[in-house]
T-cell receptor, first 114, second 109 residues
Framework: KAGVTQTPRYLIKTRGQQVTLSCSPI?????VSWYQQTPGQGLQFLFE???????NKGNFPGRFSGRQFSNSRSEMNVSTLELGDSALYLC?????????????FGPGTRLTVT | LAKTTQPISMDSYEGQEVNITCSHN???????ITWYQQFPSQGPRFIIQ???TKVTNEVASLFIPADRKSSTLSLPRVSLSDTAVYYC??????????FGTGTRLQVFP
């Protein structure tokens, strides 16, 4: 069974631009969560989707948004990029609807904002 | 969401048993305890989850005392490839995952 895939793996953007990251969960998984990881703040929860609905949201500004499609694939968008948005963005999927079940993480997208 | 406290770092040598303790004094009745492992530039990987007493799988054991205010992840006979950051998380099945700072384990030859 294929794991969680994220595209692109690496991305370089400039301040003020926007970016869209994509995540394909493990087949059959309906819950998708997104995390931001930086050296200073560690792993921080962004949001979680289940059946195309956002179920949980972390403490990030409105520039960070996401969505989930009917096939459970998910995208996250960051608008008006700031230097501090440079991070590893991780997507995780789980089989059940709730967030605390075993989550399977993808390899992440490394975003660099210049 | 119960807050967790774990050592920032630990050192060990190959072949030794490593025990990483996590404190979670405010754990709630419905909360489970879960451990993840993360290698550099990779996503975290689920290691083990438990509710009480002892849980064992092919890679680790999890010991939870009766009061559940702490838990200990035990890694038997570590190897160099076990060098990673280990995260302890506490929550129930409605919670999102909240990662703390984790414990950076360095295994030496």
């Amino acid at each position: 069974k294929a794991g969680v895939t994220q595209t692109p793996r690496y991305l370089i953007k400039t301040r003020g631009q926007q970016v869209t990251l994509s995540c394909s969960p493990i087949s059959g998984h309906r819950s998708v969560s997104w995390y931001q990881q930086t050296p200073g703040q560690g792993l921080q929860f962004l949001f979680e989707y289940f059946s195309e609905t956002q179920r949980n949201k972390g403490n990030f500004p409105g520039r960070f948004s996401g969505r989930q499609f009917s096939n459970s694939r998910s995208e996250m968008n960051v608008s008006t990029l700031e230097l501090g948005d440079s991070a590893l963005y991780l997507c995780a999927s789980s089989l059940v609807e709730t967030g605390f079940d075993e989550q399977y993480f993808g390899p992440g997208t490394r975003l660099t904002v210049t | 969401l119960a807050k967790t406290t774990q050592p920032i770092s630990m050192d060990s040598y190959e072949g030794q048993e490593v025990n990483i303790t996590c404190s979670h004094n405010n754990i709630a009745t419905n909360d489970y305890i879960t451990w993840y492992q993360q290698f550099p530039s990779q996503g975290p990987r689920f290691i083990i989850q438990g509710y009480k007493t002892k849980v064992t799988n092919e890679v680790a054991s999890l010991f939870i005392p009766a009061d559940r205010k702490s838990s200990t992840l035990s890694l038997p006979r570590v190897s160099l490839s076990d060098t990673a950051v280990y995260y302890c998380l506490v929550g129930d099945n409605t919670d999102k995952l909240i990662f703390g700072t984790g414990t950076r384990l360095q295994v030496f030859p």
